[in-house]
């Protein structure tokens, strides 16, 4: 069974830093590209950030380029979020899903989320 | 990259059929076979619902159905029951990246 637990979460002030993690379990992660895709309070969701099976490429939404960095360590089936210069643009809850089929970041199995909140 | 268009809400009593529709442009949903369709319930994670347009997941009942025609992917649900209120979400390639419908709420009457 697929299983997708996201950690991490929690307030930070304006300005600071937050590094999210999935741990992932059920599948050969190392072969899956994986995604991050953040619901703001109420509203829809947004893609965010994606990386290769092999770590090797990865692509940013606009919206968090050059302030999130995407990193996975395959040793340990864990895919992680670096996020920094944070706003209270960037409250969301947080989820990590896996590829549909190898090649591919639209998601099929996703996480519970983890909720980030930036507020002083 | 813009958010793909979706109806704020529909509705449609238990039985009937109701269709969402998700417009994009031929840089995403008219280029590509590989619009999704997801749902969500209150406080929970996104469900993967339809994939490669007309794909059904093991496991989705078979009164959901995609389709396609140029830049307006469609997802239908047929035979409409009470657990299938939720919000649904379309989601494309869109070049390199990927982007997501606005989001439509469904009501069961």
């Known amino acids: 069974e697929v299983q997708l637990l996201e950690s991490g979460g929690g307030l930070v002030q304006p300005g600071g830093s937050l590094r999210l993690s999935c741990a992932a379990s059920?599948?050969?992660?190392?072969?899956?590209?994986m995604t991050w895709v953040r619901q703001a309070p109420g509203k829809g969701l947004e893609w965010v950030s994606g990386i290769s099976g092999s770590g090797r490429d990865t692509l940013y939404a606009d919206s968090v380029k050059g302030r999130f960095t995407i990193s996975r360590d395959n040793s340990r089936n864990t895919l992680y979020l670096e996020m920094s210069g944070l706003s209270a643009e960037d409250t969301a809850d947080y989820y990590c899903?896996?590829?549909?089929?190898?090649?591919?970041?639209?998601?099929?199995?996703w996480g519970p989320g983890t909720q980030v909140t930036v507020s002083s | 990259q813009s958010a793909l268009t979706q109806p704020r809400s529909v509705s449609g009593s238990p039985g009937q059929s109701v269709t969402i529709s998700c417009t994009g442009t031929s840089s995403d949903v008219g280029a590509y076979n590989y619009v999704s369709w997801y749902q969500q319930h209150p406080g929970k994670a996104p469900k993967l619902m339809i994939y490669?347009?007309?794909k059904r997941p093991s496991g989705v009942p078979d009164r959901f159905s995609g389709s396609k025609s140029g830049n307006t992917a469609s997802l239908t649900i047929s035979g409409l029951q009470a657990e299938d209120e939720a919000d649904y979400y379309c989601c494309s390639h869109a070049g390199r990246l990927y982007v997501f419908g606005t989001g439509t709420k469904v009501t069961v009457l």
């Open positions: 059920g599948f050969a992660f190392s072969n899956y590209a």
């Open positions: 899903a896996k590829g549909q089929r190898i090649g591919t970041l639209l998601p099929d199995y």
């Open positions: 490669d347009v007309t």
